[in-house]
């Protein structure tokens, strides 16, 4: 897929400008620790994890996806070819602050007849449940599925 001009430019920025916040406001790079010792977790570039996740409840948003009519989901269900994944919380304020530039993107994908249905986006709500995150949603305007 190649993509030039503007959008390439602005999806680049974006993604950088997403990707520097997120690693301020979680730190890089993330440990978790279990029993003693420490694993490094998923980090910018690595692949997504084999993880069931929750499914959205409305059905336009599976259909979205591409995913069936079921509880969960895996990542690799999802009938893409790019997966922009964004972690956030309803609470934290870097995550409210660029909601509007995940918003840009998600319109500018949609608008691209090369980019439409290739590149799909989803968030993933830490620590947040359905409810929190369909405040969060009403509150921002986000048009792509949020998941808890």
Known sequence: ME????????LISGLMITSLIGGF???QPLWAYTNSKSTTLIQVGNNFPATALVSPQT???REYLGIPDKPSFYLKAV???????EFLNRY?????????????IYKAINKDPDLKGRVKMLGIGVGNNQIQL???????KIPFPLIP
């Open 79 to 85: 009938k893409a070819e790019i997966m922009i994944v």
């Open 92 to 104: 934290c304020f870097h995550c409210q602050q660029q909601a509007y530039l995940m918003n840009r």
């Open 3 to 10: 993509i030039s001009g503007k959008f390439r430019e602005f």
């Open 59 to 61: 059905k336009t948003y």
């Open 25 to 27: 406001a979680l730190g």
């Open 134 to 140: 369909e405040h969060f949603r009403q509150e921002k």
